[in-house]
């Protein structure tokens, strides 16, 4: 068996019902899962808890080695193959998302093993803990052939086809012939009455999901390349998307560590603004409209306690995010700690949320979508917020816990956040005083940042005002339609930040230098992605096509793709799997497909 | 009954309610939107939800109105602070018990179990709508009370 905590990021599978996902390990061990929402405890939480924190294991209990892994055909059902002395057998993990009108539970896992050849041993094992404080179980009881576990609001039900008894933090074996698979259901009720669902019904939920999966992923438009990767891409955010209110999730993970060992871990289980605007214009390009459009009301709904500031981040129901605090006795991710939960960038000032969002209302405007009235006033109450907060120095895109800097990527999307208000204004016909203020602003930004963000003597645009540090984030001048897209100043910032933030192939750390944490990081993978995009849209489209397929083969059978990866072994870094990358891939497969 | 002064302070004192909630969410008190939240059970379209949901909560306001009339008239009391108190009581009630039954019946309100085929708009309130900001149960109780205390000021006991 693979020691769990050795066990790569890269290697887990995600599934989720668009309420919580979980993490399955190559092992088939449920490490990670949280309920009843992304951001409630783990019930399952050995990925970064260490053996105390629970798990949720079925595989083979001979030795076995896994041949195959991937995903069912434009579906979110996980398969892993698993050899065992000329044998086989597979386990097919999935979560059902639509439970609404019928009887079923709020959560409910599938996972169905099934053999080929001779008589395979498997081994259940069902570990839950329950609150960050790793408590087993206050109740265990059998229902109907089902094994009940709760604690406070939690209960869980497993039941299983096979005739055996299933029992709570003891391994079972079981026997799976090939006319005979197993099924073992996990129900999960949050402050409700638990529905105990038998494994056919669950199979046939299940293999229901798919076939809805499936035609959902039949209507997105992909263009003439690189399909799989944006199906997968898009499938993902979905799986990332907290259905009831629409709030699209970072990462499903908290404090999975930006170097091996390190204690840059970080709490990404919420929803960012910025991650929402690139996914409505991910959505947007594969013509997920709806989906879109779902984006950004959430954005929006989110956003009105606040405004006309816009909060960096939010909870899955738009409250504040808790403090960050790092949990005791938590070993983390291969001794990577702290563990924390709740995340310190809460209060943060940053400039370049607001840019994301207006650009991403203008990619609506320009589809002909009706802004309402409401979405109107907000998008005005920001613009005017950025004509009074444009000059402060700010945390950045990177949320940088030293001291503020006048950043040149915020900056520039303060800029980019005037322009697209000034193109909504113009499309709707809009006249007031305040377009003049608006673009007396966009005037002065780019002056100023012409003058004070671009550094001659290296020939790109910096990090920050009066800094020789660069910024990959920078990449993402090409859209903006700050310049044109030939400007030597745009040509020769894309080369010097491969020259100074390469870190082999197509991977690029995000920054370089002190920020004021502890540690290093790995290469940050949305830049890689940003970096394609940028070379595609400055007539470098061979190098930018190759480099693309490079990245592909890093997201290996599975698709997924974390926030960093170590330069040298390849290996994903920090919380998995990543909204940010996948809309990135998105936006970068977007841009070679036209 | 009062029925005359149920006619009049009725719609005098829904209007104010509407005004204290909208005045609350202008204030970023709030993300409670009852227009909204009541038109988009007749529209999709948030501007026309906004204009048939303020005439739906007049005529639920109007309703409402009814039992403190009865209560008034039953107890032989009616004060600002008896309505005040019937409104906190009302508040309550609305916030623990209809409002989080309300994604069970809106077409437009996801539940917290709508899955990714869901074409909803509205994200449940939850208990005490508090999905809509911490302070959403305060605003709503504070802006009943001004309602029955309208009603309380104004209503005889006949």
Known sequence: MISNRRIPIGDYGLIGDTRTAALVAIDGSIDWMCLPRFDSPPVFGRLVGGEEAGRFVVGPDEPATVVARGYRQDTATLETTWTVDGASITLADSMVGEVTESMLPDSMLVRRITGQGRPIRIRVEISPRFGYDRRPARRVRRQNGSLIIDHGGIALAFTSDAAVQLTPDRPTILEVTPDRPVTVVMSAAHRGPLLLVPPSVAVEKAERDEIRWQRWADTLITGPHHRQAMVRSLITLQLLTYSPSGAPVAAPTTSLPETVGGSRNWDYRYAWPRDASLGISALLAAGKDREALGFLAWLLHASRLDRPRLPAIFTLHGRPVPHERALKGWPGYADSTPVRVGNGARTQHQLDGYGWVLEAAWQLTRRSHHLDSETWRTIRAFADHITRTWMEPDAGIWERRDAPRHHVHSKLMAWLALDRAIRIAEKRGWSSRQLTVWRGSRKLLREEISVRGFDPDIGSYTAAYGSDDLDAAVLLLTWTGFEPRDSPRIVSSIEAIRNRLGAGGPLLYRYRGQDGLLGNEGAFLPCSFWLVQALAQTDQRAQAETLFEELLEYGGQLGLYGEEMDPNTHQYLGNFPQALTHSALLQAATTLNH | ?158
């Open chain 2, 1 to 158: 009954m009062d029925w005359s002064g149920w006619a009049t302070f009725g719609v005098v004192a829904t209007v104010i309610l509407t005004a204290v909630l909208v005045a609350a969410q202008l204030a970023g008190l709030t993300r409670l939107d009852i227009p909204m939240m009541l038109g988009t059970l007749l529209t999709g379209d948030p501007d026309r939800a906004r204009f048939f949901g303020f005439f739906l909560h007049l005529v639920m306001g109007q309703f409402f109105a009814l039992f403190y009339a009865a209560g008034f008239a039953e107890l032989g009391v009616a004060s600002w602070w008896l309505g005040a108190g019937f409104g906190v009581a009302h508040a309550a009630v609305a916030g623990a018990v209809l409002v989080p039954l309300l994604p069970t019946i809106h077409p437009r309100m996801a539940t917290e179990r709508a899955g990714p085929t869901s074409k909803t708009i509205l994200e449940p309130p939850g208990l005490l709508a508090l999905n809509y900001g911490w302070s959403t149960p305060l605003v709503t109780l504070a802006a009943h009370a001004v309602y029955g205390a309208i009603l309380g000021l104004f209503l005889q006991v006949r």
